[in-house]
Structures are given as structure tokens and as C-alpha cells.
């Protein structure tokens, strides 16, 4: 049982989670992430890992509320037990003196790209830090990312904070002005990051995506998170999360991204079976 | 040879006339089971099983025994069921396998211990893993016999041993290790112990309560387990030595998928089995929706592959209600399944495509499965390991309707513990290399054994090479005192 200690409201959809797991806490390196079940009935999801604290035994997750159990998560508070945590998973990010490099986030890739960009900080780097969001009322993570970037730009959809359009289009600025960029990386939505990658790519600036597919145990058992990355078949949570931005084959991750559009096999629920699924006290899920 | 050289083997001085038949072992009928996930076998009632237990000859060699990978006594054990000391015959078959419920429903007996009973060669061997299974089953539905089940806890513990793994190999090693009086403490990345025990077979064929049960009995035997720990990323092995760990023994098993590299294979309702077993077994999407992870198979599946792991994907996707074909690029002879499972498969419906392999998977134009383009396929000669080259025939390829495949064609062991612990070599294939004897790995106190050193084999010889590895991690940990 994983304790959650402290829950914060963020942004809308957004909430910031502090929880007791010493274990992983004492292992995390930036650009890892856990795998949590909330109860008996739950399913298995892929969190990052947004802050962790040794001495305090306890790591930092940035959820947005978007599914069935993003939604159950939230509806949890202060005191409540996760039942399942594993982690840290996922290769750590490779961190090294390179000299400039631009963490680009959109959404709630704000929470995973921020320890990152602090990590480059200490390693030595000029860290430019772009971030997009729906709205001002969206953004969050400003003050640490301030302290963390030696400069930091915002792009809103709707122009209430920052630059009105797209964080690529920050990207495209930085880029035009002439800023020598060593390596890009880029935490977002799939399309956001295509298109980070199709424009590092025209500039043959190194460029690193930490992606999302869909995933199961984490572990390199199932293969659900399998993605293309140049030639190869790469379990992401194992191989992963982050890869070569120019070799991912976006198109194919998009896809499988929306698996769960279709759900559903054709045989009735054996009655003894069902009840067993009752017994454990589910509640109905409409899905879509 | 003839019926007098079978008396002459053996001790039995009879031999009635239904000596060379086995009593048949009840099942659920076909029609029925397809439409539930209990189990197909019913097992024996103690009158069968004393019936059947008495066919045996007694034989002085009992060559049986060598086919049994922890050599238990089949003899004595069958004499004791044949007396109708059930509870006799358990504590005979534990000096050697901690696990019979288990191993009773799930060893390829057929290439094991029966294949070599003296009976089969003119009859139907003794039905020994099914007596295994009865006896086991006779003891949970009357617990409070002795049977050398209730080892005693013991008190001064020697050293503390780690062992990484739930699957059979960890949870025997961790017995053994116990039992030889270490303070044992498992690590197991996923949220239930087991290894495929728990993700991998399915319900209908090893009920989850029974290895619930084997568990329990470990547990009784003071083991502990902690559940969520990925060796390698959660602690290391470095971690595990700094904790006070002297010994540490990796079962972590073959759990990485392999895949056919054709195209299509990233195509939305393509499965690797253990994705797909994991969602049915571990985490019951069959519920869905009263369990929260969810499931799409379509009316048609296509199973790839012809061992254990694509009965199970195909039989598991019978009772989801679809229509299962599965393809296989041998023959059916060939099928390295355990028998009872393909012919269970035979009878449940499952359609086999012989001597044809997947070459291609058409997408429905938005991203979901919609047929599989496979090639027929020509033996030619034989290879060195004894299996025939495979030659595509051109021109013959051909469509199967298919929304879901499963690939079901092996799997490799997992890379990251040899990619996180200095020290520990692993081959080519991702195998972690041990001495032969010793389980040793390159890795001072660091021992393995099971499918992780095996690639892909089965329960009972992951349960023997834990059983062994145990004692010479008892064998190690005594030099070091001394
Ligand atoms: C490595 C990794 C790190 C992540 N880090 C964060 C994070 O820090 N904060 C955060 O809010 N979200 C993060 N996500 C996304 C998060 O896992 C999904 O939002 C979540 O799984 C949605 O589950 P749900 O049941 O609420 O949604 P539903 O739509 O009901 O989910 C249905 C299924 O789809 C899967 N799924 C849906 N959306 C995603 C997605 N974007 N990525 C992966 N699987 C998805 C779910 O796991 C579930 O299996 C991360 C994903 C990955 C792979
Ligand atoms: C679907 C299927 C059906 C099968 N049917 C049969 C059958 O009928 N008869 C038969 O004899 N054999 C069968 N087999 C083969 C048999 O199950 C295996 O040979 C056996 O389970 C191997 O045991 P193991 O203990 O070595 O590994 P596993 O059972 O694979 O267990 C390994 C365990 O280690 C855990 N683990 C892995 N890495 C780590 C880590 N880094 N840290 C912590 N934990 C870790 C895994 O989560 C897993 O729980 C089948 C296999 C499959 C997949
Ligand atoms: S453990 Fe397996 S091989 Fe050995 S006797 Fe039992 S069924 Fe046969
Ligand atoms: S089981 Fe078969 S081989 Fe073994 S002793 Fe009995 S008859 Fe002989
Ligand atoms: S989530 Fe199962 S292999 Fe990556």
C-alpha cells in the first residue's frame, strides 16, 4: 500500500500527489516513471515520476484526469492507499554537459520534462524551456521551471498567457533567431512531438521524445508498449521511455494509442463468473 | 514385448484384463466448458484413483521415475493410493516436489514420467499425473492430515537469502531454502506471486485457488514475499547484498515476448499471448466492465504458433466466444503442446492451419486487423537439432479473416537484470549463464535457475533446477562460514 500524503490541486484536471514509497524514491533518476493499480479491480497505468524525495521516502506525481482510472485517482484524497506502485521503471534520460538544450512540454509533459530540465541545469547546460498549454489557467510548474531554465517561453491555444499558438511555433522562433541548439527534447501529446520532430529534424538537431503508448505491466513481459523506432520492435517501458525522436514512427504509435476505442469479445459473462466480478463490489463502467 | 515380460518387469503377480486400459479421467464435456473458465479436468474419485493407482506393476527398475525431472518415488506413491492411503502417498511425492496440485495438471507427462511406464508400451501408461493431482486434491479437501506439508517454522535462521521471482523455480528455491532453515524473502515485480502460473495458465486448466493454496504453504513456512519490487530498477542486485542478503537466487523467468517481424505486426488487435493471457488471467478482463481493464478480440481470431502458451491463447479465446484458427508452421505431430491440451483444443473447436506460417497483416484501412496473409510452407531435410528446414511455397499465399492475432511463438528471458548488475554475463539470447552442478552465475552468490537459464522449458524442470540451486546455495553459504 502506497499512502498518498498530500494532494494539490494544480490546474483543472490537474492534480499534484505526493506518496509514500521510500523504494522507489531512493532509486528515481530523471525520466523514470511507475506503474500503479489504485485497487483489487483496477487496471495497471503508467504515471512519471515528477519529484522525488530521499530523505522524505516519498515521489511527486502530476496526474491529469482524462480516463476511467485517472478519474478514480482523483477522486482519492489525502490519507487513501494506492494499492499497487511499481518503479521507477524505464531507462533513465541520458544527461550529459552538451551545452545548450531546449525542454519543450506540452500539457501534462510539464511535470515529466521539469526534473529533466533541472537535471541539465546542474549537469552544466543552458537549458531553454518551452512550454505550451490549452490556457493560462492551464499552466502550472511556472516558479520550478523558472528556476530550472535559464529562460523560459509560453505559448497558449487561445493567447491568454505567453505567445498565441503552438509551443512549436516558440521552437521555430528560437531556431529562426539564430539560438545554437545542441539537443531537443520534447514531452507531449504524439502530435506535438511529431512535429517537434519533423522541424529538429530539418535542422539535424539532435532531438529526444519520452513517448506514451499504452502499457500493461511495465515490466517487459506483455508487449503492449511496443513502438517502432527505426528498423527495430522496442518494448518502451523497458527500451524507454525516451528514443531518438527522428526514428520513432509516430503514425503507427498514434494508433495504437487508441486501442481502447474498441473494447469487447462475444461471449456473455458466465454467471459465476459475473457474480464473483460483483461480489468484489465493481461499479458499472461506461467506457466511450 | 509381450504381456509375460511386462509381469517379469514388475512385482504384480496379476494382471486382469484391465491392466493395460486407463480408467478414463472425467471432464467437463466440450460444449459446455467452452462457454466457462473452470477447470476441464474433474480429476478422480478416490474409487478411480485406487483403480487406476493398482494398474501399476511395481516394476523393480521403475524406469518412470527417471522421466520425473525431481525423480519422485511414482512407485511408493501409487502403491499407497492403490492401499487407499492417500495421505501416505502426499508425503511420499513431497520429499520431492513441493508443488504436485500443480505439477499433477500441467506436466507433459506424456514425454516425462508416463513416457516411460512400462505399461504404454503395449497399453496406456499409468496415469500418474492425474493419481499426483488426486492425492494433492485429497489433501486440501481434507487439511488436517500429516502429510509433511506443515514444516515447522524454524527458529535460529541461518542467513538471509534472497530470491528473485514468484514463477515455479523462485517459489521452490524459496521452499527448499526454508525448509534448510535461511530466512527467505522474495521479490516479485508484478502485483501477484506465481510467475505464468498466475498470468500465463489459465483458470480452466490451473485453477487460481490452488496456487493460492502452494502459495499459502510457502508462506506458512515463514517466507516472505514482497510484491512490486523490479529487481534491477526498484533495488539491484548490489542493493540486495547491501540489505544483508548473503545468497541471492534469480527465477525470473523467459517473459519477454518475441515477435515475427512481418508487417502489420503494430496493427491494433495484435497480441503478444502474454498480453493477452495477462489481461484474461491476471487481471480478469473477461469482468470487464466490473473489472476496470478492458479487451477487444473480434469474432475471429488467429493464433500464431503450436505450443502451450497458443493452446492456452486459443482455447482462452474460444471461451471469449470467438471463432480460433490457430497457425502452425509444422505439423501436427510436430505441435510441442502438451497432448491432453491439443486434443482439449481439438474438442472446444479450435480450427488448426498445418505447414503455413503469417507473412503479412492487412489492416482494415484504420489501423485495426482485419486478415492475416500466411504461406504455405514445405518440409525439406533435416536440420542438426533434428527438425526440418522450412521452405515457403511461392504463390501460395492466402487470406484468414482474422480482427484479433495472437502471437504465440516464445518468448526470451528479460534483459534487466543483466543490463543493471556488473558482473553478471548473460549469452546471445539473453539466457543468464550458470555452471552446470553449481547454478552459479559469473556473479559471486548470485544463482539462477528455471527458464531464465533454460529459455522456455517447463514447471516441473524450473521447479527441480530451483530445488537444486537451493541446495547449493546451502553448499555455498556453508564454505562461507567455514
Ligand atoms: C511512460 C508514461 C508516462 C506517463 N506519465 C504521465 C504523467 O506524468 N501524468 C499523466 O497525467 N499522465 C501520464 N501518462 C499517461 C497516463 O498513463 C494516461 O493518462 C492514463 O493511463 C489514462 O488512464 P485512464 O484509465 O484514466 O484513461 P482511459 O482513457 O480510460 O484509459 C484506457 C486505457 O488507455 C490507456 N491510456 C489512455 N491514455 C493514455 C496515454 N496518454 N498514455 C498511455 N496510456 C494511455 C490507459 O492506461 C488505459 O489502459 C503517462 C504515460 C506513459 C506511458
Ligand atoms: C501460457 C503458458 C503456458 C504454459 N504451460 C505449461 C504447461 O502446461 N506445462 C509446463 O510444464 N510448462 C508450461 N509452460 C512453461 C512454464 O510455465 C515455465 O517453464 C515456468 O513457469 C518457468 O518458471 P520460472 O520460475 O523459471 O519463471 P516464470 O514462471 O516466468 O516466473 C518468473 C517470475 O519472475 C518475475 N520477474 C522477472 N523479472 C523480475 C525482476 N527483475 N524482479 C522481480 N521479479 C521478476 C516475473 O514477474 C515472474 O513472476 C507454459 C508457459 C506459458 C507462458
Ligand atoms: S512431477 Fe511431473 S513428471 Fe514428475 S511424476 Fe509428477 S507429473 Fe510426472
Ligand atoms: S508407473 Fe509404470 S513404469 Fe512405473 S512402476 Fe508403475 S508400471 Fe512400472
Ligand atoms: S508494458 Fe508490457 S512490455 Fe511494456
Not at chain 1, 523497458?238 to 509516430?250: K, N, R, Y
Not at chain 2, 471461451?319 to 481439438?346: Q, W
Not at chain 2, 553459504?477 to 567455514?482: D, G
Request: aromatic share 6%; glycine share 10%.
Amino acid at each position: 500500500m502506497y499512502k498518498i500524503l498530500a494532494k494539490d490541486n494544480i490546474a483543472p484536471n490537474i492534480d499534484k500527489y505526493i506518496i509514500a514509497a521510500p523504494e522507489v524514491a531512493a532509486k528515481t533518476k530523471p525520466g523514470q516513471f511507475v506503474v500503479l493499480r489504485l485497487h483489487e479491480k483496477g487496471e495497471r497505468i503508467p504515471i512519471s515520476i515528477s519529484d522525488w524525495d530521499k530523505e522524505a521516502g516519498t515521489i511527486t506525481l502530476i496526474v491529469q484526469a482524462v480516463g476511467h482510472t485517472t478519474e478514480q485517482l482523483a477522486a482519492m484524497g489525502v490519507g487513501d492507499n494506492i494499492l499497487d506502485l511499481l518503479g521507477p521503471l524505464g531507462q533513465p534520460a541520458i544527461i550529459e554537459p552538451v551545452g545548450t538544450v531546449a525542454c519543450v512540454a506540452g500539457g501534462v509533459g510539464t511535470a515529466i520534462i521539469y526534473p529533466e530540465a533541472r537535471r541539465h541545469r546542474e549537469v552544466g547546460n543552458r537549458v531553454l524551456t518551452l512550454v505550451g498549454a490549452r490556457n493560462r489557467e492551464c499552466l502550472f510548474y511556472q516558479e520550478e521551471l523558472a528556476a530550472t531554465s535559464d529562460r523560459v517561453l509560453v505559448a497558449t491555444d487561445d493567447g491568454s498567457y505567453g505567445h498565441k499558438g503552438f509551443v512549436t511555433d516558440l521552437l521555430k522562433q528560437v531556431i529562426d533567431d539564430g539560438t545554437h541548439l545542441d539537443h531537443v527534447i520534447a514531452i507531449g501529446p504524439i502530435p506535438m512531438m511529431q512535429a517537434v520532430a519533423e522541424l529538429t529534424k530539418r535542422h539535424e538537431i539532435k532531438t529526444t521524445v519520452s513517448l506514451n503508448p499504452i502499457m500493461m505491466d511495465g515490466t517487459g513481459m506483455c508487449g503492449a508498449c511496443r513502438v517502432r523506432v527505426g528498423d527495430e520492435i522496442k518494448f518502451c517501458c523497458t527500451d524507454g521511455p525516451e528514443f531518438d525522436a527522428h526514428l520513432v514512427d509516430f503514425a503507427s504509435l498514434l494508433r495504437r494509442s487508441r486501442l481502447y476505442e474498441r473494447t469487447g469479445f462475444k461471449a456473455a459473462i458466465p454467471a459465476e463468473d459475473k457474480a464473483e466480478g460483483e461480489a468484489k463490489g465493481g461499479e458499472c463502467r461506461c467506457h466511450g | 514385448m509381450s504381456r509375460l515380460d511386462l509381469v517379469e518387469e514388475g512385482t504384480a503377480t496379476t494382471t486382469g484384463k484391465g491392466r493395460l486400459q486407463r480408467v478414463p479421467i472425467p471432464v467437463q464435456p466440450p460444449e459446455e466448458r467452452v462457454d466457462n473458465f473452470s477447470e476441464v479436468s474433474l480429476g478422480y474419485s478416490p474409487e478411480m484413483a485406487r483403480q487406476e493407482a493398482a494398474r501399476c506393476l511395481q516394476c523393480r527398475r521403475h524406469p518412470c521415475v527417471k522421466g520425473c525431472p525431481v525423480g519422485i518415488n511414482i512407485p511408493s506413491f501409487l502403491e499407497a493410493v492403490a492401499a487407499g492411503d492417500f495421505a501416505g502417498a502426499l508425503s511420499i511425492i513431497r520429499q520431492d516436489n513441493t508443488l504436485p496440485a500443480i505439477c499433477g495438471r500441467v506436466c507433459p507427462q506424456e514425454v516425462q514420467c508416463e513416457s516411460l511406464c512400462v505399461l504404454g508400451r503395449k497399453g496406456d501408461p499409468v496415469a500418474i499425473g492425474a493419481l499426483e493431482r488426486f492425492v494433492a486434491d485429497w489433501e486440501r479437501a481434507h487439511p488436517s492430515c500429516e502429510t509433511g506439508q506443515t514444516v515447522k517454522k524454524a527458529t535460529s535462521r541461518k542467513a538471509k537469502v534472497a530470491v528473485v521471482g514468484s514463477g515455479p523455480a523462485g517459489l521452490t528455491a524459496a521452499a527448499e531454502l526454508s525448509r534448510l532453515g535461511y530466512k527467505v524473502t522474495i521479490f516479485e515485480a508484478l502485483h501477484t506471486p506465481g510467475g505464468v502460473l498466475a498470468y500465463g495458465i489459465p483458470e480452466f486448466r490451473l485453477p487460481k485457488s490452488i496456487l493460492a493454496d502452494e502459495f499459502n504453504s510457502i508462506v506458512q513456512m515463514g517466507v516472505e514475499i514482497k510484491t512490486n519490487v523490479l529487481v534491477g530498477r526498484t533495488l539491484t542486485i548490489d542493493d540486495l547484498f547491501s540489505k544483508g542478503f548473503q545468497a541471492i537466487f534469480l527465477g525470473t523467468g523467459a517473459g519477454l515476448p518475441r515477435f515475427l517481424d512481418i508487417p502489420g505486426e503494430d496493427l491494433n488487435g495484435v497480441y503478444a499471448a502474454n498480453e493477452f493471457l495477462t489481461r484474461v488471467n491476471l487481471m480478469k478482463a473477461y469482468l470487464y466492465p466490473q473489472v476496470d481493464t478492458p479487451l477487444y478480440l473480434g469474432e475471429h481470431v488467429v493464433v500464431v504458433g503450436g505450443g502451450n502458451t497458443a493452446m492456452d491463447a486459443a482455447r482462452t479465446a474460444i471461451r471469449l466466444g470467438s471463432e480460433v484458427t490457430i497457425v502452425y508452421r509444422r505439423t501436427r505431430e510436430d505441435l510441442p503442446a502438451r497432448k491432453e491440451e491439443i486434443l482439449h483444443a481439438e474438442e472446444e473447436g479450435v480450427r488448426f492451419e498445418f505447414l503455413a506460417t503469417p507473412v503479412n497483416i492487412k489492416s482494415d484501412g484504420e489501423g485495426w486487423v482485419k486478415a492475416v496473409e500466411c504461406v504455405k510452407v514445405i518440409q525439406g531435410e533435416r536440420l542438426d537439432n533434428g527438425r526440418q528446414s522450412l521452405e515457403p511455397i511461392p504463390g501460395s499465399e492466402y487470406l484468414l479473416a482474422a480482427e484479433s492475432v495472437i502471437m504465440a511463438i516464445g518468448q526470451g528471458p528479460n534483459p534487466i537484470i543483466a543490463q543493471t548488475t556488473p558482473g553478471l554475463s548473460s549469452g546471445d539470447n539473453g539466457r543468464i549463464g550458470v555452471d552446470a552442478g553449481t547454478f552459479k552465475t559469473s556473479r559471486e552468490g548470485v544463482f539462477a535457475a528455471g527458464d531464465v537459464t533454460s529459455g522456455g522449458a517447463t514447471v516441473i524442470e524450473a521447479m527441480g533446477g530451483g530445488k537444486r540451486a537451493a541446495r547449493a546455495i546451502d553448499h555455498y553459504l556453508q564454505r562461507l562460514r567455514s
